[in-house]
């Protein structure tokens, strides 16, 4: 019986097919260092983020009438003021002295009509000559009352209780009809303005809870509340206004920016995993030293950690990284400095 025999070359192939062999299995049997996290209870939270700022409730423009020069300015941005109070001054000079004129008028008009009514109760004149005289007083008199009126536009007073947050005019200015001297915010507490997307208006609603925080207040969140939804959009910026009642307005400002997140839903005990260790619909998982791919239900999602709704028991190890290359089955064994639970709330 005749033996197989190889040539050089073939027996060369075969040793590197054996050897691929063996660093194959070797490869597989070799565990896998990966990190995992373990899926444990928190609180879901679903939020719209905006971003908005914070504004007066009531905004007060303080204008005259007519028009004139600027002659005093009585208060500055930042003052209180009270209803009534004269904040600032119109060069009233010319109406001053319009007014002189009219009294003298309206004195001479009066002792006409005084002279008119002993003269027809003596019967000298007839009573068409009193009725004259009643009538050029009564327009004596209006014309002095309307040029007091006049007059006394020239005098900005604040029509509510408030503070200054503006002021846009300076002494020797000339003030146009109608041009504000100085902007006042009254009658109500602070709220903040923000735009939200016209993809998630739909779910807003007055009443829901805002977390609130900006950057002039680092390391602080407030509470807010939606007021109220603006019923007509922009639609270049494809946005709507939001309004939201501050529940502690004294540390903002007037212009600060703010970040809001309107809290659309709560949930307590959800099964929470990092949003990045879920791709198409599953979750990685370590289980008895092997790897195993685990489909998943999510509810909501968060920008680093999202909600599971099956699929998955709490306690499980979530395979976060290295998500590349896995396999079936395959042996795995996490690092130990990688083995963390994750935090009790999710915000998105």
């Known amino acids: 019986m005749s033996r197989l025999k190889l040539s050089r070359p073939l027996w060369l192939l075969l040793a590197v097919l054996v050897l691929a062999a063996a660093g194959l299995l070797a490869w597989w049997l070799r565990p ?11 609180v879901a939270i679903d939020a ?15 204008a005259p009438r007519s028009g004139g020069i600027l002659a005093e300015l009585r208060v500055d941005e930042g003052a209180e003021v009270r209803k009534g109070e004269v904040l600032a001054r119109l060069d009233d000079a010319d109406l001053a002295n319009t007014v002189k004129e009219l009294e003298a008028k309206a004195r001479y008009a009066s002792a006409q009509y005084a002279r008119a009514q002993d003269l027809v109760r003596r019967g000298f004149v ?11 007083l009564d327009a004596a008199n209006a014309a002095l009352r309307r040029a007091r009126a006049q007059r006394g536009f020239l005098a900005l007073t604040a029509p509510e209780d408030g503070r200054v947050i503006r002021r846009d005019g300076e002494i020797g200015q000339f003030i146009a009809p109608g041009q ?5 915010a009254c009658c109500a507490p602070l709220r ?19 977390v609130l925080s900006s950057d002039a207040l680092p390391g602080r969140s407030f509470d807010g509340q939606v007021a109220e939804v603006t ?10 206004r939001v309004r939201i009642q501050l529940t502690t307005p004294e540390p903002f400002q007037i212009g600060m920016t703010v970040d809001a997140n309107i ?10 995993v990092p949003s990045a260790a879920i791709r198409d619909a599953a979750v990685w998982v370590l289980r008895d ?26 306690g499980s190890q979530v395979v976060t990284g290295p998500l590349e290359g896995l396999s079936e089955g395959r042996r795995a064994r996490a690092e130990p400095a990688a083995q963390e639970k994750l935090p009790a709330q999710a915000l998105p």
């Open 263 to 272: 809290i659309v839903a709560r949930h307590e005990g959800a099964l929470l």
């Open 32 to 42: 896998l260092s990966v990190s995992t996290v373990l899926a444990t209870p928190g």
């Open 192 to 210: 903040v303005t923000a735009q939200v997307d016209e993809e998630d208006i739909a779910r807003l609603q007055p009443g829901q809870p805002v």
């Open 180 to 184: 504000a001297v100085l902007v006042l």
């Open 289 to 314: 030293g092997r790897l195993h791919r685990q489909p998943v239900r999510t509810g909501i999602a968060g920008s680093e950690r999202s909600e599971i709704l099956a699929g998955l028991d709490a």
């Open 126 to 136: 007839a009573r068409t000559e009193l009725d004259r005289g009643r009538s050029e």
């Open 48 to 62: 719209i983020y905006a971003s908005g700022a914070v504004e007066p409730t009531v905004v007060l423009p303080v």
């Open 231 to 240: 019923p007509q959009g922009d639609p270049v910026a494809r946005s709507y």
